[in-house]
């Protein structure tokens, strides 16, 4: 039997107090809570002070470039579908750099897991706004405060018609836990969207800030009913829902081409006389 | 010398006419006696109308490369008679269709075969008017009609017998009207030369395509974009019969980084573009040199900067394959001079790529790409798919628990795929500790730089000599690259012939660049001329930075048109 400790692995590079740490300890047990053990789980991360997270766990790990793990998570996933794949990176990193990605993995219904770690605010380049800081807001990119609409990443999904979404908490780990666990067994792309505090730079939406205004859908809330998470999706402000808001059954990628999953590229022996036809087409 | 064939025929109209199918029919029914052929298009950038041409050289020898002399014109409109009569060599006839289009007086030889009439009497409709077109020319130079017959029977039959039939009757009806209402005798001729069995005809695209198939590439991930979309297709098209996977990517950041988590995963991959898909791709190039992922890229190369000349060709990206790229990373890069090369570069791309774990690039170019040639049949058993050191379970006590990026004597890591017992793979594009976890740590960074330096001293003896040809003690040198290889030889033989004496030096590997062997070979510097289809001469630039010679004549052609002896011949004499 897998347990926490499998899981862990040395020394953070993050803040005290970062919001990274309770997200950390969430995938964790969300691994335990699913029965995988680290070889069978290949995370994918951008850069960012989020994308650092798999370095500090257990598990394989591809740390690609800024805005491009879903094309890597993807590429892998197909051609082993056995893997568990978990993207993982920031807002900077999934909204803003990989926004195109984003939009055509849920297209693509691949059967990854994307974690978003939503702070609201570049990290690592030390405060500057990203794709979901609020209107108005202060940073050293924006002296006089953001002008740009922040991005509804759940809204999109919901629109694009995405298998999975939901919005979680690092100050809440058993909660988050089971989302991201309930995200990593669904079957097609799930995006989990978690509200993080940066300690350091973003002075408004802090721990305090969240656990004033976040609450749990309960088991009244039908997260299959499109319209009504379509509601959810605009909830900001004075109340914020977290939990699982849209969930669909959905053809994944690897299913709508069963060879994919029943003769997988990774198991094929490559063999010239099966190939041997190939120059047929080109004969005289 | 005995009687030779050299025969060029050249098919022009507009965009949406149906130029590549005559052409391609054309083509393979004179391939099917026997003959060497060569074909290149030449298309604009649009759908319909415009003015596009399709040529086709025949031979009874090997012939790789296009001609300026043209023996028969099929025009589909008056502006193929406009632009290209002054190409017909003497006695050279122009094959058109007087009742559709009317012309004005020309000195040339023109035969007016009704090309719509003979389809509407043949098969009711005038959409055979082509069939009729090929059955006129195949006629005009006293071809035999029946390969034409069993071509059109392979091309239509999918398409039910009475299409195939009307096909045929409409192509006879063409043979016929010319042998009955010819023009007397026509001095250049066409006749079957022996058995096609042993030949293939295909382009460069398929060349490289067919062999990434054939040496275990498994997945590939692209997106559409001129002169590279047929490799993308041809791969796609097989994906049923052979369990590999095609996917069209979103633009080609993630095509690059899709193959790249691919080949992580396990896979032999590869993506196809041109330099402007490359260049979103330069920043996943180097991820795949940092987490030492074993990736193939195809560059189909077009006339640039920006969008340039969507449909045509140069040589513009030689300097940016070898040196795109954040940051030093060893790679290979390939330009396969004919579709042979095409087909056997590719293969070695995939070995090498695995082999030392890193980039190889195949720089082709629309010419390449596109050109149908007749070659022997390719030789599948010389293929040896090489995919290099695995960590197994027998190294487990030897080296410990599993290092993705473990320092050793060669600079090579024994690679695992992530999802096995066996170990835990990590790696990363920050400066990683051998077990592929982030650090800052400047003697880490130093062994990584050395480790994976070394692999490109070991890369080196990989990298074979380039190709010379002509005159062994010459006074002069040419010097070309990739797909300018037929025009560079037949331009070195007819100079020879006509008494100069002339050598050539083609270079199709290389990258890492073969120093020894090219300083070997330009021993009379000031004697040599580098031979591109670009403006600046890039790989004089390249040798003069490897070798320290530096090469002052150049020959170079960059108005998007292929390369041809006779351009090479206009500009040497130039010279003198």
Known sequence: MVTLKDYENGETAWCPGCGNFGILQAVKKALVKVGLEPYQVLMVSGIGQAAKLPHYMKCNLFNGLHGRTLPVATGAKIVNPKLTVIAVSGDGDSYSEGGNHFMHAIRRNIDVTYLVHDNQIYGLTKGQASATSAEGFVTKTTPMGAFSKPLNPIALAISQGISFVGRGFSGDIEHLSTLIAEAIENRGFSLVDILQPCVIFNHVNTYQWYRKRIYKLDSSYDPKDRNAAFQKAQEWGERIPIGKIYTQDRLTYIEHDPEIESNPIIEQKHSLNNFNKILEDFKI | MNMSIDISFKIGGEAGQGLQTIGYILAKSLARGGLYVFTNQDNESRIRGGHNFYQIRISDNKVENLTEEIHVIIALDEKTIIEHKDELVRNGVIIFDGEKISVKKYDENLLNVPFERLAKEKSGSTKMANSVAIGAAISLVGYDHSFLESVLKDEFGSKGAEISDKNIQASRAGFNFVSENGIGEFPYRVKKIGDSQDFIFLNGNEAVASAALLSGCKFVSAYPMSPSTSIQQFFASKMKDYGVVFEQAEDEISAINMIIGASFAGARSMTATSGGGFSLMVEGLSLAGMTETPIVIVICERPGPATGFPTRTEQGELEFAIYAGHGEFPRAVF??????????????????????????????????????????????????????????????????????????????????????????????????????????????????????????????????????????????????????????????????????????????????????????????????????????????????????????????????????????????????
Not at chain 2, 506 to 522: C, D, M, Q, T, Y
Not at chain 2, 545 to 570: C, S
């Open chain 2, 335 to 576: 330009a396969p001079g004919n579709v042979e090369q095409a087909f056997y570069l590719t293969s070695k791309a995939f070995n090498l790529a695995e082999k030392y774990q890193i980039p190889v690039i195949i720089l082709s170019d629309q010419y390449l790409a596109d050109s149908y040639f007749t070659t022997e049949r390719f030789d599948i058993s010389s293929i040896k798919v090489d995919r290099g050191e695995f960590f197994t379970e027998s190294q487990v006590k030897k080296l410990g628990e599993y290092k993705r990026h473990l320092i050793t004597e060669s600079g090579i890591s024994p690679r695992l795929f992530p999802g096995q017992k066996l170990g835990l793979v990590v790696t990363d594009s920050d400066e990683h500790t051998e077990d592929g976890h982030i650090t800052e740590l400047a003697d880490v960074k130093i062994n990584n730089v050395n480790k994976r330096f070394r692999k490109l001293e070991l890369l080196k003896k990989n990298i074979g000599t380039p190709f010379v040809y002509g005159s062994k003690d010459a006074d002069t040198l040419l010097i070309g690259w990739g797909s300018t290889y037929g025009a560079l030889k037949e331009a070195t033989k007819i100079l020879n012939d006509q008494g100069s004496n002339v050598k050539m030096l083609h270079l199709s590997e290389i990258w890492p660049f073969p120093v020894e062997a090219v300083r070997n070979e330009l021993k009379i510097p000031d004697k040599s001329i580098s031979v591109e289809s670009n403006s600046t001469g890039q790989m004089a630039h390249l040798i003069r930075a490897e070798t320290g010679i530096e090469i002052n004549k150049k020959i170079l052609r960059f108005d998007g048109r292929p390369l041809t002896p006779q351009y090479i011949l206009r500009e040497f004499r130039k010279g003198r």
